[in-house]
């Protein structure tokens, strides 16, 4: 277990797999919890989009509608892996396949 400081910085990481751990718990809680910060980005990125599309700043809205569409990938992965544990644990073999 990695100790941290009350100001929440990480001590005693000395070589890369350290690094590496804190990078893939970071990666497997990210894609664990997707559904509560995809849906929100989405919500988000839609209504700037069409704010922006509305007062004809094109590029602008396109740059939102795309990181909605990029949320909703995420959620469809998320449908599609079926469960929190899962998402994650495509994520591990895919890590895993790569190392």
Known sequence: ???????GAVKGI?????NMTVVLDFL???FRYIPFWSIPIMIICMQFGYI???K???WVAKVFFS????AFLFLV???IAGSPERSAQWLDDAVRGIQ
């Not at 990181?67 to 990029?70: L, N, S, T």
């Open 67 to 70: 990181g909605a569409g990029v």
């Open 77 to 79: 992965y998320y449908v």
């Open 56 to 58: 004809e700043v094109r």
């Open 1 to 7: 277990m990695i100790p941290f400081t009350a100001l």
């Open 14 to 18: 000395t070589h890369f797999n350290d």
């Open 52 to 54: 922006f599309w509305s």
């Open 28 to 30: 497997y809680f990210t």
